[in-house]
Each structure stands twice: as structure tokens, then as C-alpha cells.
């Protein structure tokens, strides 16, 4: 969970997540909705379906027993090297060199090394002089210390040089080039993206629809459909001609960042007149690029059931719109 979030998002987020899912069986049984509840808020779902599927895996084809060793926590889906020599090393005392952001500037400002260590190829000389430095003895302590003096006294910007326990090893410190080391990590271009947030609404039974996201952005996720602003007028020119709906662009817009994806967003309110002739599920929404059956939910309780930020920014917007 603390990959790319803060503690202080994430330890409340891991209580609960534990509290709801206390063993690897309860993980492995969770289902999808229930699981992207737990994890809204901490972003990067990839990690939810990817705990859901190793634990899955454990259960079903290791009976419930976890590995005990770096190669074989490297067969359990959705665990990478990092990972596995995490666990491998802080939890079965392997000798195994754990690399993390940190440790990559620890080392390499205790080598002073000045080429490009954010590439692969970088990150691979960084494993290997960590693995030669990784004793017999504690190597998980090894680890969680090099992490820790990263985290707290060797720090991006304004390293703790003075207080550093290795500071008569450190090369950078000696050469007094501790700001230039590590060279900064090439900076990835954001990209900006328009969507439309699709919220159908019956109003006779005050319920709006949800449902599987199954491609495009947060794909595999529950919620609101979500299309693209360049498709968004060959959907309104269906809605126009479907005589038992009535469409709603919301004046105000929502924003949200997803890794390097800056969203902007528009939300098309569809409300179904009262009586139809035809329902909103025959229509072929398919063919639109959207889901394909959607659930109806009372707005009541709605915000239990999305699993998202985005999706409780859109809802928000039609609260504040529509419900008042
Ligand atoms: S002396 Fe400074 S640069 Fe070197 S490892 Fe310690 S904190 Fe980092």
C-alpha cells in the first residue's frame, strides 16, 4: 500500500483493509466491489486485483501455505523482485537484496556514482552492489535499515549528512557531492485527458446506476461509465434520438490525476422518463463503447458501493446539482 502513498493515507487504509480481510483465505474470497471499497482513496488498483490474485493463488494451489523463499514468492502472480525480496528477506531471513527508491539513493550516493541509476540497467548495478554489501547475518535488518536511513536521514533534499551513521563511508559526502547524486530521475510528461462520466438516473425509485468498468480508464473497476470526450458526441446524438430519455450536461467539471493522467470531466446526467416503452437495458450501450448491464442503486447508499475518488467526485456534482 505504500508504494507511491503516503503512510499517513496509509495506515488508517491498512487497518481497515486487515480488519476486513484478517487472512490470506478472506483476501483470496473477497470480491471485487468489496475489495475496491477497501482500497478507495489509495489509488493504483492494479495492486488490489494484484493482492486478490496472489492470494488466490496460495489458497488454491499452494493450500493456503505461503512460500517460504525469493524463487518461489517470484511464481505468486503480481509479485515482482521487489516484493518477494521483501518478504523473502524481512520474513524467512533470506539473503536477499531488497532495491527501493531509497536504497537506490543511498548507494549510490555512498559510491558517489554519477551515471543514470533510475534505468534498468541502472537499477540492476545498484542490486548487484547491494547484494555484495548484504551480510549472512540479519539480512531483513540490512534492508529495513538501508530503507529506513533513505527514508529518514539520507533524504532526497536535505540529507542529514551530519547525523549519518555511514558518513565516514560515503563517498559523496566526502567528495562534497551529495546534491548532485544521484542524478535526478528523467521526468515523465503528464498527459492530459478529457473524459465524460455517464450517471443514469430513475428518479421514480431515486436510484442511479453503476457498473463493471471493463476497458479504458480504471478499467476493471465499479462505477460510474466513463468515456472519452471525442466519443461524447456520438453518444449524446444516440441519446438525442431515444425518445424515453432526456440528457443533462452538469455546468461544473471534476478533476482527478491517475499516475501521469491529468482527467478533466463533464457529467452527462440520463434520467429515463417515467413509463418508457422501451427500458435503458435494451438499448445496445455495448456498441457505445459502455458496459453492457448496469446495477441500480438507491442514492441513499450509493456512496458505499463506489469504489473510486473519481467516481464520489462525480457523484458529488449530481448531489450537489440535482439532490440539492
Ligand atoms: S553521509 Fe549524507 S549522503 Fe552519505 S549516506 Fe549519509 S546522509 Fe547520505
Redesign the pocket.
Known sequence: MSQQTTLAVVVPKFSEFVKHLPTVHDLAACNEEALHQLWSGLGYYARARNLNKGAKFIVEQLEGHFPKSYCEWLKIPGCGPYTASVIASICFNEKVACVDGNVVR?VS??LALSEDVWSSSGKSAIQTHVDQMIPEKRPGDFNQAIMELGAT??RKSK???LL?P??EE?L??AQNC?EICPPKKPRRDTVDVELFALLFWRKAIDAVAIANRTKGFLSNTVGFPLIPATEASELKKVLQSLQHLEFLELPSRFSHSITHHRISGKVLIVQELENPSITTESIPWEKLGLPKSFDWVPTSVIASKLSTALDNKVFKLFKNHILG
Do not use: S
Request: with cysteine.
Open positions: 543511498v550516493r555512498l536521514v539520507c540529507p542529514l549528512c549519518c555511514i558518513k560515503c559523496a559526502f551529495v
